[in-house]
């Protein structure tokens, strides 16, 4: 369902329609958990944030501008529930003094399609080894299809910055694609 079938449900669920809302989260759900699940690694954890995620955007329909699309408007709550779990965790980590390292649990696949050749299995393991800043401009980027610009104002950080990690991300994947066999094409 593209955002402009989705505009009449937007509306009802902002009025707070439940059952609109409920056919607006079974159009997003799956778009929703692949990103959290390309910027998070721990199963539960993407959970978790999945469901803040319909949570915020809940609680958030007032602040919906319908003269922009649907799902950049999604894409951002989605960064910034990220964001904000990377935020507490680094907290709790620190206070507590609990292990240095998270526990990492292998990626579950949530969308086979989007991953089914074995080329982007490869460049998703590279994606997955950048550091969290950098990774988020190549999902955005690449996985969504967001302007550098767009993300910017997502990420709220100035364009210069975006290119500078987008620059950065694609000299990484390159170095450890040549270091991996240089299987994997990043253009």
């Keep these: 369902m593209n955002d402009k079938e989705?505009?009449?449900?937007?509306?009802?669920?902002?009025?707070g329609d439940e059952s609109a809302f409920q056919l607006v989260y079974e159009a997003t759900r799956q778009d929703v958990y692949?990103?959290?699940a390309f910027l998070v690694y721990n199963k539960q954890d993407i959970e978790d944030i999945v469901n803040e995620i319909y949570m915020r955007m809940w609680r958030s329909f007032h602040a919906y501008d319908p003269n922009r699309p649907f799902r950049y408007w999604l894409h951002v709550i989605i960064v910034r529930q990220v964001q904000d779990w990377k935020r507490k965790a680094w907290r709790r980590i620190r206070l507590f003094e609990r292990?240095?390292?998270?526990?990492?649990?292998?990626?579950?696949?949530?969308?086979?399609?989007?991953?089914?050749?074995?080329?982007?299995?490869d460049l998703?393991?590279?994606?997955?080894?950048?550091?969290y800043k950098l990774r988020v401009v190549v999902i955005l980027r690449y996985f969504h299809d967001y302007a550098l610009e767009e993300i910017a104002d997502m990420l709220q950080i100035p364009v210069g910055t975006v290119k500078s990690r987008h620059h950065a991300a694609l000299k990484e994947l390159r170095k450890r694609s040549e270091m991996t066999g240089g299987d994997v094409y990043v253009h």
């Design 99 to 121: 292990n240095r390292q998270m526990a990492w649990e292998p990626f579950e696949r949530t969308d086979k399609a989007v991953l089914k050749s074995e080329m982007q299995h």
């Design 124 to 131: 998703l393991s590279l994606v997955r080894q950048l550091s």
């Design 34 to 36: 692949r990103t959290v």
């Design 6 to 15: 989705l505009v009449p449900w937007l509306e009802k669920a902002t009025l």
